[in-house]
């Protein structure tokens, strides 16, 4: 307990010191907020975006992208990881495509998402399932392929069903691995959903990054990376305290 302190602490007193020499280097060498603002600039134009609830819809809407994107490409990541690794023949046949579906560019592929899904949240949903379906995928197959083949032959020569393998044996020991898949999707989906965003949305922290850019409001642009980082970070706490909370069981038990 006393270590995890001293790390925080550690941590925070990094941030100060990144933050200071930012404030003090842009006041110093009068570098415009056009070009750099300084950190309480940011932190000012941030606190006034929320007071006056200018900010909250576009938080809100980022959100929602990010948690449908996460729930559809992750439960497709889950099943087709299961679906591999279970059946060998679907992964010879099938695996190639789930490749070919990851090494083509999302950026490249929204406009046709735009085109068939029309202008709003679906678009972004879209690509932000097809970013974070990977991971969860890949973790999966390789979690559930990694079991401890004793423990996988007592299971056998116990009688057992591959239903009953897979849900108390394979499943519960790849759990690590697979909870690590989502941390890393959690992670793309709210790029997925920001990136989305710079394409045709008119709501949403990308949308608001993209017209303070054409606005030259250089600090409305960092405040909304501010908020963006801020939701990227809590939810990555929210996927570990999620993943102490289920993994608690078998840590008991061990």
């Known amino acids: 307990m006393k270590q995890a302190f001293n790390s925080r602490l550690l941590a925070w007193a990094l941030l100060a010191v990144l933050v200071g020499a930012w404030e003090a280097t ?3 060498a009068g570098i415009s907020a056009l070009v750099l603002p300084a950190p309480s600039v940011v932190a000012k134009t941030l606190w006034t975006s929320l007071a006056t609830g200018y900010l909250w819809p576009h938080i809100g809407a980022t959100l929602a992208e990010m948690l449908l994107g996460l729930a559809l490409g992750g439960a497709a990541g889950l099943a087709m990881g299961v679906a591999l690794a279970e059946s060998a023949v679907l992964d010879r046949v099938l695996k190639p495509y789930v490749i070919v579906s990851q090494v083509v560019p999302k950026l490249a592929l929204a406009p046709l998402f735009v085109l068939w899904f029309g202008f709003g949240m679906a678009p972004t949903v879209v690509m932000t399932a097809l970013i974070c379906f990977f991971p969860l995928m890949e973790n999966t197959l390789t979690s559930l392929r990694q079991v ?22 394979k499943l519960p020991a790849g759990l690590p691995g697979i909870l690590a898949g989502l ?3 959690l992670v793309l989906a709210l790029v997925g ?14 949308a608001v990054i993209i017209a303070a850019q054409g606005m030259m409001d ?13 939701i990227g970070l809590l939810g990555y ?11 608690r069981p078998y840590a008991d038990h061990s």
């Open 193 to 206: 959903a920001v990136v989305g965003e710079f394409i045709g949305a008119s709501r949403g922290l990308g």
């Open 26 to 28: 842009v006041r110093q």
């Open 148 to 169: 401890d083949p004793n423990r996988l032959q007592l299971f056998r020569m116990l009688g057992a069903s591959r239903g009953q393998t897979l849900l108390r044996l």
């Open 183 to 185: 941390r890393v999707a």
């Open 218 to 230: 250089t600090p409305l642009m960092f405040a909304a990376l501010t908020a963006i980082a801020a």
């Open 237 to 247: 706490q929210a996927t570990l305290m999620l993943e102490r909370r289920l993994l």
